[in-house]
């Protein structure tokens, strides 16, 4: 039904103006009486076999929405009943701020991809958290990042803030040093800015009565090298695990005429990369640390892939635009298929 009808519709127009008015469908219908209940009974897989607790956290089941398509925290309950497990809000900034210019959203229909330069728009912090106060029992994710005019030496600041405000209100925390959207974040993934930010948020969290989870969000571009650090600074500052990964600069193997756009590409043309890094951490490590597994999932058999690769749970984005949310019911389905 999804790819029949309703995808050859929305992909007539811009990608930006259509993501906003699903979001306000589907806010409509969830209001109408009978239609939550509905899209639960379509899509939600209620089983105790697909029950995962990952770093002490319980989820219903292992398969998510991952950060940058509810940054503000407005539409997690509704999404919710498309059968995810839990919904990963963010990336939120201290302060709102208008990301890039328009247009800076692009589908690459011949790829099963997109390409995107949002630049951490969202409203700040603050407003999210107001909306998180009226969350029913959603498993929520807190991705934080840094304002574009903050300078990287003062970044472990606006993270500080997003930690601080959100604690509360998230299930677990994502740092997120790894989106090509911002000027210079990445550079925050060497090991000595890293292992301060991380460290110091680690802090902050053991100040606390009881802890939150507090996990890294890496590129899929780094080296082997690199992943070696990351394996040794999540294990000296003891962070609770890693999602892989986030969009990739690479342009490999491209089909669409619209390739070339800059920004982080998503989708098909990931599924393989965030694969081998997830292998790559999982190995390496000797499974010392839970992973998220997230980059082109746009099938059951991809999911399983990941989780086989050595990843606890998984998120979807892209394949969520691209199939609908049948995916997240076929995934779940073929979970337990394999169980
Ligand atoms: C339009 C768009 C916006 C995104 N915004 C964020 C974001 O704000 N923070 C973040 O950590 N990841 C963001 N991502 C990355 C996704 O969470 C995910 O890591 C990546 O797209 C790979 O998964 P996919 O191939 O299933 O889309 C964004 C992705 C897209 C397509």
Redesign the pocket.
């Known amino acids: 039904m999804y790819k029949l009808f309703i995808r050859p519709l929305l992909f007539c127009f811009d990608p930006e103006k259509v993501?906003y008015f699903t979001f306000s469908l589907i806010r409509f219908l969830n209001k109408i009486l009978g239609f939550s209940s509905l899209f639960q009974a379509l899509y939600e897989v209620k089983d105790a076999r697909l029950e995962r607790e990952v770093f002490g956290i319980k989820f219903k089941n292992p398969v998510g929405l991952?950060?940058?398509?509810d940054?503000d925290a407005k539409l997690y309950q509704e999404l919710s009943n498309f059968g995810f497990g839990f919904i990963?809000i963010?990336?939120l900034t201290p302060v709102g701020q208008e990301g890039n210019p328009k247009k800076r959203?692009f589908r690459l229909k011949e790829d099963n991809a997109?390409i995107?330069r949002?630049g951490?728009n969202?409203g700040g912090v603050k407003e999210a958290v107001e909306r998180l106060k009226k969350n029913k029992g959603v498993l929520i994710g807190g991705?934080i990042?840094k304002n574009k005019v903050t300078p990287n030496e003062e970044a472990v600041k606006d993270y500080e803030i997003c930690f601080e405000a959100l604690f509360p209100y998230v299930d677990y925390f994502?740092v997120?040093v790894?989106?090509p959207n911002t000027p210079n974040l990445r550079e925050l993934q060497d090991k000595k800015p890293l292992t301060e930010l991380l460290q110091t948020l680690q802090n902050q969290n053991n100040s606390k009565p009881k802890q939150k989870p507090i996990l890294l969000?890496i590129a899929p571009d780094l080296t082997d090298e690199q992943l070696l650090d990351i394996i040794d600074i999540v294990n000296e500052t003891k962070i609770a695990g890693v999602?892989a990964?986030?969009?990739t600069i690479s342009r490999q193997g491209l089909q669409s005429e619209n390739k070339s756009e800059m920004g982080?590409l998503?989708?098909k043309p990931?599924?393989k990369r965030?694969t081998e890094v997830i292998r790559f951490l999982s190995e390496k490590s000797n499974q010392s640390f839970p992973i998220i597994g997230?980059?082109?999932?746009h099938t059951a058999e991809d999911a399983i892939q990941k989780l086989n690769a050595g990843a606890s749970l998984v998120?979807?984005?892209?394949?969520?635009i691209y199939e609908g949310p049948a995916l997240v019911k076929a995934i779940n389905k073929k979970i337990l298929e394999n169980s």
């Open positions: 993501h991952a950060a940058g398509f940054k990963e963010g990336t959203l997109i995107n949002m951490f969202n991705n990042g994502v997120n790894s989106s969000k999602i990964t986030n969009t982080g998503s989708g990931l599924t965030s997230v980059g082109g999932i998120q979807l984005y892209t394949g969520f």
